[in-house]
C-alpha cells in the first residue's frame, strides 16, 4: 500500500464514520446512504431515469430497486416522458419534496456541526483541502468514451468549445458547417469523437480525423474551464493519442490559436513540436506535430489484433 492510497483510505474511513453513511438510517430519514443519496439528486430537478444511472453511476437494476423503494413509499413518481415514451421521467411527489427538505436542513445542520469547532482559518484550509480533493477525484474518476459526433453529449460538449473560443478570439469565432465536417471525418467509420462524462455531463472532449496514410489530426481538444489544473487536458490528450495509434497512425498532428497560451504550454510539455502550416484554417496559429512512441503504437497494435 503506498503512502497515496493509505491517506485516501484512511480519509474515506474517517469521512463515512463521522457524516453517518454507515447508519441504517442516514441522518434520521429511516433510508440508508443509497436510497437518501437517490432522494437527494431527483429533489434537485426532475431527470430522466437514464439521468440519475448515468449522473450517479449506477448499475440500472439496482436503480430499479432503489426507486421502487421510494415509490413504493409514495416519494417519488415515475412516467413515461409524453415526448419520448422510450423515457421514464421521475420527480417527487409532494410527500417527496417534504422529506427532501428535511434531508437537506439535516444535512447542512450536520456540516455546519463538523467545521463548527474549528477556527476560521482552519475552516478556510479544509474548504480549500476538499475543493481540491473534490476535483482531483472526479478528475481521476470521469468516463472517456468514443461517441459518434452527432450524440448529445458530443454536441454539447463542442457547443461549449466553440463558445469559449468565440469569446477568447480576437476577431470571434464562426463554425460554419463544423458539425458536418466533424460527422464525416471524426464519424465510426472514419476516425474517432472522445468525450469525458462526470456525474452525467461532458466535461472534456477531442477527436482525431486522418489528414495521410499514416497522420492523424487531433481536433476540438476543450475542458471545461471548471476543470481546468486537474490534469484532465493532458490525460485526454495521451487518450487521443492512443486512439489515434489505434486507427493506424505512426504521427500526429494539430493547430491552434495564438490566444491559447495555456493550450501550447501543454502541447509542448507533452512533446509536440512545432511544424510549418499544414491546413488552411483561417483561425490557426500554430501548427505542432509528434511522432507517436514504439509502446503507444505497440500497444494499440496489440489492441487491434486481440479484436481480430
Known amino acids: 500500500m503506498t503512502a497515496h492510497t493509505e491517506t485516501l483510505r484512511r480519509f474515506n474511513r474517517t469521512y463515512t464514520q463521522r457524516i453517518g453513511a454507515l447508519d441504517e438510517s442516514f441522518l434520521g430519514t429511516g433510508f440508508p446512504l443509497g436510497v437518501s443519496r437517490l432522494l437527494f439528486e431527483i429533489g ?156 452525467g455531463r461532458p466535461v472534456a472532449c477531442g477527436g482525431v480525423q486522418e489528414v495521410g496514410a499514416t497522420t492523424g489530426e487531433i481536433k476540438r481538444m476543450w475542458v471545461d474551464p471548471d476543470w481546468r489544473g486537474a490534469g484532465l487536458g493532458s490525460r485526454m490528450l495521451r487518450h487521443l493519442e492512443a486512439e489515434a495509434a489505434r486507427l493506424g497512425h505512426r504521427r500526429v498532428c494539430l493547430d491552434t490559436n495564438g490566444t491559447l497560451l495555456e493550450a501550447i504550454a501543454m502541447y509542448e510539455r507533452a512533446g509536440y513540436t512545432r511544424v510549418e502550416r499544414y491546413n488552411d484554417n483561417p483561425y490557426a496559429q500554430a501548427w505542432f506535430a509528434k511522432d507517436l512512441s514504439r509502446e503507444v503504437t505497440g500497444a494499440a497494435g496489440s489492441r487491434r489484433t486481440a479484436r481480430a
Open 44 to 199: 434537485t430537478g426532475g431527470a430522466t431515469v437514464r439521468d440519475l444511472r448515468e449522473r450517479l453511476d449506477l448499475d440500472s437494476g439496482y436503480l430499479t430497486r432503489l426507486l421502487h423503494r421510494l415509490g413504493d413509499d409514495g416519494l417519488v413518481d415515475v412516467r413515461p416522458d409524453p415526448d419520448d415514451r422510450r423515457r421514464r421521467l421521475v420527480s417527487l411527489t409532494a410527500k417527496g419534496r417534504t422529506a427532501w427538505r428535511k434531508l437537506d436542513d439535516r444535512s447542512e445542520d450536520l456540516a455546519r456541526a463538523l467545521v463548527e469547532p474549528l477556527t476560521e482559518r482552519q475552516r478556510s484550509r479544509l474548504t480549500e483541502a476538499l475543493a481540491t480533493a473534490d476535483l482531483l477525484v472526479r478528475a481521476a474518476t470521469v468516463h472517456l468514451r468514443a461517441v459518434d459526433p452527432a450524440d448529445p453529449a458530443a454536441v454539447e460538449a463542442v457547443g461549449h468549445y466553440f463558445a469559449e473560443l468565440d469569446h477568447r478570439f480576437p476577431t470571434g469565432f464562426d463554425p460554419g458547417d463544423a458539425a458536418h465536417t466533424d460527422a464525416v471525418a471524426m464519424g465510426p467509420d472514419a476516425g474517432v469523437f472522445v468525450v469525458a462524462t462526470s456525474d
